[in-house]
């Protein structure tokens, strides 16, 4: 259920790559916000803001953001976490955990400001499709910087640093990072293991990208990094009913950081796409859905003047 890779140490450009992997098509849309848009949880009860930076975001089903990046570099992913425990009610501010991506691209330019200011709000989980949806959050920026947050046991887990380049499902990522020690080369003997569970899936994404070579292009290092994407993907049909609840691959979202170009790709299309942040400017939100097969290439061009559904 979701792979994120973020290759933060090659000399082209920090480029960053996730899965979104889910039993049945999440329906994305592709938007374009600009800065100063209102925005809110759907609940007035829950924090409302406006926007500081201009994003491309994607939605899940109309009703929040899963993955995107504004105009500063900073990206953000929302992938599945089962073992999700949200913080208890307090006096702070809430954001619904469906809006926490937006809220973090839309409020900050850094990783680091995204972990000074982790704890002055509290994430909540409200009814999605009829269920309560368990997720963390990766984020990462044009520095190289990276961290991971995850609501485990009531409380906000924050994990900081450049050598987190890599988030799967569950279990925890501090478990995730103790099976990782039983690998090679990451202080263990077995060799990379090749099943489509979310701990096998964490391990061989580090795996290869610790032996990825160095790139002579950033279009090789954005292509490199979507290929360490494929390799964790799931394809159409697997059989995943008996696997711990990992189901097929829809798309696959990446990032170039430095330049501000934000890549889709659809398994229903053969076609790579991208938009340009440098080149959106207009004053109204956008959208698309990014999954037409007739769409390549530089897709900002195909944006067209939206109402917001969530």
């Not at 990451?186 to 790139?215: K, M, Q, T, W």
Request: charged share 20%; net charge negative; hydrophobic share 40%.
């Amino acid at each position: 259920m979701c792979t994120r890779i973020f290759w933060s140490d090659n000399p082209m450009a920090p480029v960053v790559s996730r899965t979104m992997d889910w039993a049945i098509s999440d329906e994305p849309d592709l938007w374009s916000l600009p800065a100063g848009l209102t925005r809110d949880c759907g609940d007035p009860a829950l924090l409302s803001w406006t926007s500081r930076y201009r994003s491309v975001a994607l939605s899940m089903w109309g009703s929040g953001t899963c993955d995107g990046m504004n105009e500063k570099g900073l990206a953000a992913h929302a992938l599945y976490l089962d073992v999700s425990e949200w913080e208890p009610a307090d006096d702070r501010p809430a954001v619904s955990n469906l809006m926490w991506v937006q809220y973090i691209l839309d409020s900050f330019a850094t990783v680091a400001e995204v972990v000074a200011a982790a704890a002055d709000v509290r994430i909540v989980s409200i009814p999605f499709r009829g269920q309560q949806m368990g997720c963390h959050v990766a984020v990462e920026d044009p520095s190289g910087d990276s961290a991971i947050l995850e609501p485990l046991d009531g409380r906000l887990v924050v994990h900081h640093g450049r050598h987190f380049p890599v988030m799967a499902n569950s279990p925890s990522f501090d478990e995730q990072l103790a099976n990782l020690e039983r690998y090679r080369p990451f202080g263990g003997e077995l060799p990379p293991p090749g099943d489509i569970s979310s701990l096998d899936r964490f391990v061989r994404a580090n795996y290869f990208l610790h032996y990825l070579p160095e790139p002579t292009s950033v279009e090789e290092a954005t292509a490199r990094v979507f290929s360490l994407a494929n390799n964790v993907a799931v394809p159409a049909g697997s059989p995943y009913a008996d696997n711990g609840g990992v189901y097929p691959t829809w798309w696959t979202a990446g990032a170039n950081l430095a330049d501000r170009v934000y890549y889709f790709w659809s398994t229903e299309s053969p076609n790579l796409t991208w938009v340009d942040l440098n080149e959106l400017d207009a004053p109204g939100v956008m959208a698309l859905d990014p999954r037409g097969t007739g769409l390549v290439g530089d897709i900002g061009g195909s944006l067209a003047p939206a109402a917001l559904t969530y």
